[in-house]
């Protein structure tokens, strides 16, 4: 079959690009190219260049640690589709904004190059949480990474953050211009992150180099939060042939998505940037509250559904809220540990959006699966659900429901196998666990993990109890055990 590409599109596909290619300028760095940056931030910008005509904004795509997307894209001159599936879904798409893909960890010295170009003023990025590279006890860059220190050491930079603090370095030394640094991850003051990380990687560096890097990024890079919404499961192959039988020809970099999209950015560029608004994002001074609602309702649902699914042999994330308990269980963790515990942004429903969040889950056509969904627990679970287990004790109140995801949490470590276990701290989740695992053996082993649980959380009884209450009853009671306590709890 053809592989898709400008050529054998022109030549016969099923669909057109929408943009005039010829009349595209790169504008945008984009680091991590998954699923996620194709379905979200691609579509955004080309829909903002389609709105707007501001046809600077073509993409060039960097992926992380594994060379595949550029392998996919490239000979298919950086074309994809997305496939949108369930309720309101639009038809079949070819999107044409990224002009240029290359792997970061074979051509590092490109990125530098493309991130220092006159022409680029803005990175934008999508490396999920592992790709910060942060030290959980000091929230700045974990300097102890050996590809931290190989990036500082002056290696060609393999980390994200690496890369950009390399490719300022050397815009700053050849004077081309501000820059706007955006991250697109689920993390809490996202871009306040990324500027502490990036300041971080700068001020390690010997001080002859530090001190004007500094001042220069002091006065030239911005780096705004964000806060970004759409569900995106790994393609299959099944999806790849649909998409190939629709389109008539073969696209092997495809995704598909749900039909929302949403986007809440802070209005704070130091350069030029896409007229995202005319493609519908938000620019908003409030974008910290709308990550901690998104994170902690959305997010820290997701994640319950994951494992309460893994531990009951639901692949699926709609699988699982098709399960009326397990729905009960992510409405009440929403609604009397979350909710009481998060300060809304104007103009967000708190009960509409949780009951929009679930709709979104039930969707049977998305095929989001669990195993996906409750990949690198390590570092989410924090993030979700802890932040509302620590709302709710602190205000004298049970975080009864919260507790229960990350009681299911603790049951998926000690359950999958150590190569199964697919999150980046696996070998220290594992050496924590006892041979003999029941709820009051895994429970204490797990909350030693001081890279998510902090003393506090770690020595409280009442959580811990809670902890043990539910680990026991999904470990040898599972679903209908599960039903019981939840229904009548
Ligand atoms: C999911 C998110 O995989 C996960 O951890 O919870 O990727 C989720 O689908 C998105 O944040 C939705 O915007």
């Keep these: 079959m053809t592989r898709l590409s400008s050529a054998s599109l022109a030549a016969g596909g099923s669909q057109q690009v929408l943009l005039q290619r010829d009349k595209l300028q790169p504008g945008i760095v984009h680091l991590g190219l998954g699923a996620f940056a194709r379905a979200h931030t691609a579509v955004f910008t080309e829909n903002a260049m389609l709105a707007s005509g501001d046809f600077g904004w073509g993409i060039t795509g960097v992926t992380q640690r594994s060379d595949t997307v550029a392998r996919q894209l490239t000979p298919q001159d950086g074309l994809f589709t997305v496939t949108e599936r369930g309720d309101g879904a639009a038809p079949l798409r070819v999107v044409s904004s990224i002009v240029e893909a290359i792997s970061g960890r074979d051509d590092p010295g490109t990125v530098v190059d493309r991130i220092a170009d006159p022409a680029t003023s803005v990175v934008t990025l999508t490396i999920t949480e592992k790709g910060y590279r942060i030290d959980p006890r000091t929230g700045t860059l974990n300097t102890g990474d050996d590809q931290v220190r190989a990036d500082l050491a002056g290696q060609p930079p393999q980390t994200a953050i690496g890369q950009i603090a390399r490719g300022l370095q050397q815009r700053a030394r050849t004077d081309a211009g501000p820059l706007t640094v955006v991250s697109c991850d689920n993390l809490p003051g996202n871009g306040e992150l990324t500027r502490t990380l990036v300041h971080a990687f700068a001020a390690a560096l010997p001080a002859e180099e530090a001190e004007p890097l500094l001042s220069w990024l002091e006065a030239n890079v911005t780096f705004p939060n964000t806060m970004v919404d759409r569900m995106v499961p790994a393609t299959t192959a099944a999806d790849l042939d649909a998409v190939e039988r629709e389109l008539g020809l073969r696209d092997e970099a495809a995704v598909v998505a749900e039909p929302f999209l949403q986007w809440v950015i802070e209005d704070n560029f130091a350069s030029r940037r896409p007229r995202w608004e005319d493609a519908g994002a938000l620019f908003s001074s409030d974008v910290a509250a709308w990550e901690d609602a998104k994170l902690r309702l959305l997010n820290a649902s997701h994640s319950m559904l994951a494992y309460l699914g893994l531990a009951t042999g639901k692949t699926t994330i709609s699988d699982a809220v098709g399960e009326q308990a397990f729905r009960t269980a992510c409405s009440r963790m929403m609604a009397e540990d979350a909710l009481p515990t998060i300060t809304l942004p104007a103009g967000l429903d708190g009960a509409a959006y949780c009951a929009q969040v679930l709709a979104r889950f039930a969707n049977p056509a998305l095929g989001h699966t669990t195993a996906k969904v409750g990949s690198d627990g390590s570092q ?63 429970v204490p082993a797990l909350l030693g993990c001081r890279s998510i649980f902090d003393a506090g959380l770690a020595t409280h009884q009442g959580f811990a109890d809670l902890l043990i209450h539910w680990y026991r009853i999904i470990d040898t009671h599972g679903l209908d055990g599960l039903g019981n306590e939840i229904n009548h709890g």
């Design 380 to 442: 989410k679970i924090g993030l979700r659900l802890l932040t509302t287990v620590r709302g709710s004790l602190n205000a004298g109140r049970e975080p009864r429901w919260a507790a229960l995801a990350v009681a299911a949490w603790m049951h998926h470590v000690a359950s999958a196998a150590t190569p199964d276990l697919n999150d980046p701290l696996a070998p220290e989740l594992h050496a924590l666990l006892p041979a003999n695992r029941t709820a009051a053996t895994v």
